[in-house]
């Protein structure tokens, strides 16, 4: 039922703004703008679903729940710079959009980083063993 109402939005927010956009174009923007939030926020929801999930897995596992946190965290800045860069897009500024992503890539590494720094020192460690 939650896909139909974000595809009914989307439809809706499309046409919308393209019968605006010949005529009023700034009130086509704000449409744009207005049903891309309502969209973002029916997703909200059905995130916070998700990580319910990514806590019972890491419960079941014995996956620490930092690790947990942060492949969260990555997983949401992924989507929320690719919705970003696509509403942005959508209004002709394709250069900024690329910058925005790009942005995200460096800001997804520089949180991934500590992951990587505990992967290093495990394979370190295994080393030493050896």
């Known amino acids: 039922m939650e896909l139909v109402r974000i595809l009914g939005v989307g439809l809706v927010t499309a046409v919308a703004a393209i019968l605006l956009r010949g005529t ?28 319910d999930i990514f806590r019972q897995i890491g419960e079941k596992t014995g996956i620490d729940s930092s690790l947990i946190k942060l492949m969260v965290k990555v997983i949401a800045i992924g989507y929320l710079v690719e919705f970003a860069a696509g ?32 992967l290093l020192s495990l394979i370190g460690s295994f080393l030493e063993l050896v």
Request: no cysteine; net charge negative.
């Open 24 to 51: 009023k174009a700034e009130l086509s923007f704000a449409v744009t703008i207005a049903g891309s939030v309502v969209i973002l926020l029916f997703s909200i929801d059905l995130l916070s679903q998700t990580f």
């Open 87 to 118: 509403v942005v897009e959508d209004f002709g500024a394709k250069s900024v959009a690329d910058k925005l992503i790009f942005a995200g890539k460096v800001i997804i590494f520089s949180v991934s980083l500590p992951v990587l720094q505990t």
